[in-house]
T-cell receptor, first 119, second 113 residues
Framework: NAGVTQTPKFRVLKTGQSMTLLCAQDMNHEYMYWYRQDPGMGLRLIHYSVGEGTTAKGEVPDGYNVSRLKKQNFLLGLESAAPSQTSVYFC??????????????????FGPGTRLTVL | GNSVTQMEGPVTLSEEAFLTINCTYTATGYPSLFWYVQYPGEGLQLLLKATKADDKGSNKGFEATYRKETTSFHLEKGSVQVSDSAVYFCALSDQTSYDKVIFGPGTSLSVIP
């Protein structure tokens, strides 16, 4: 049981290049997320998906696209990388536990991160 | 809307010192509360959680009690170790926004021998 995996772990791009980050989960979770983490900025949600074939914008979606063609995979694309996209990217998957008024929650499981540098 | 506020870091403590990291929240529903920990170079992982008022979550010597009257979920540990050096995130989930988790900004902890 690998949990949430991310590919690649590190990448250096030149401005204007494109790339795709892959996230895979083997826990059969419905929900998947892409975050970026920058010094002093905490975690910021880029895009997320509540099921296969669905995507939604998060807090900072500009410059990124996503696809969820299979339930276990969530891809993050950068069409034309910019230095402002230098960051550590985390994928997460989760489920909604419907346990009534006092025991319902969304618990997220994170991947190890991808460190991206755009020169 | 829902929000989470944490104490500013970084926090530096000597080994065996007592740790408190403050967390307060604003929520419209019946939130569940979490503490996540991020060790250097890794992703976040769940440390503990509490799903209703007065519940206490605990794990690895850390504890946090869900206080509805003060809308708080402070993280405590009686004696920290160097291996506890990490970033700690307070987080909230509730039924009004079931598809997202609201994270606090994180508090960096360094424990020195």
């Amino acid at each position: 049981n690998a949990g949430v995996t991310q590919t690649p772990k590190f990448r250096v791009l030149k401005t204007g290049q494109s790339m795709t980050l892959l996230c895979a989960q083997d826990m059969n979770h419905e929900y998947m997320y892409w975050y970026r983490q920058d010094p002093g900025m905490g975690l910021r949600l880029i895009h997320y998906s509540v099921g296969e074939g669905t995507t939604a914008k998060g807090e900072v979606p500009d410059g990124y696209n996503v696809s969820r063609l299979k339930k276990q995979n969530f891809l993050l694309g950068l069409e034309s990388a910019a230095p402002s996209q230098t960051s550590v990217y985390f994928c997460a998957s989760s489920y909604w536990l419907a346990g009534g008024r006092y025991n319902s929650y969304n618990e997220q499981f994170f991947g190890p991160g991808t460190r991206l540098t755009v020169l | 809307g829902n929000s989470v506020t944490q104490m500013e870091g970084p926090v530096t403590l000597s080994e065996e010192a007592f740790l408190t990291i403050n967390c307060t929240y604003t929520a419209t529903g019946y939130p569940s509360l979490f503490w996540y920990v991020q060790y250097p170079g890794e992703g976040l992982q769940l440390l503990l959680k509490a799903t209703k008022a007065d519940d206490k979550g605990s794990n690895k010597g850390f504890e946090a009690t869900y206080r509805k009257e003060t809308t708080s979920f402070h993280l405590e540990k009686g004696s920290v170790q160097v291996s506890d050096s990490a970033v700690y995130f307070c987080a909230l989930s509730d039924q009004t926004s079931y598809d997202k988790v609201i994270f606090g900004p994180g508090t960096s902890l360094s424990v020195i021998p």
